[in-house]
């Protein structure tokens, strides 16, 4: 698999994490019949920032963009390679298309399965 084949996958699978975290402890908060209502801000924010770590530590080798504002924004400050150093991937239209893809493919599976939970 190539390196942006690679980032693909880590940014789909990072995503996807991200939001299944995210959305399942506001979902716990949040509904009636679950141990963990009305547990507060506090609860939702530190799962919040779980599920962002674990996302970023799943998608560590594509740089871990998880947002297409952050890939957008790399390339609008002039971003030239996406990844981390050990496998870098030139940034073109293709790439960012790409990423973009991946988070939002792996933004609606992390929902469908928050949905189906």
């Not at 994490?17 to 399942?24: D, I, W």
């Not at 530190?46 to 957008?72: D, E, K, Q």
């Not at 996406?82 to 988070?103: C, E, R």
Request: contains cysteine; negative net charge; charged residues 5%.
């Amino acid at each position: 698999m190539d390196n942006l084949g690679i980032d693909f996958l880590s940014e789909l699978v990072g995503t996807a994490l991200l939001v299944l975290l995210g959305c399942s402890v506001v979902a716990n908060v949040a509904l009636i019949r679950t141990k963990g209502f009305n547990g507060g801000t506090l609860m939702v924010n530190i799962g919040w920032g779980l599920a962002v770590f674990a996302g970023v530590i799943v998608s560590y080798a594509s740089g871990a963009h998880l947002n297409p504002a952050v890939t957008l924004g790399l390339v609008a400050n002039g971003a030239t390679t996406f990844g981390s150093a050990a496998t870098p991937v030139d940034v073109n239209a293709l790439t960012v298309i790409a990423y973009i893809g991946a988070q939002l493919i792996g933004a609606i599976i992390g929902a469908v399965f928050v949905w189906l939970a």
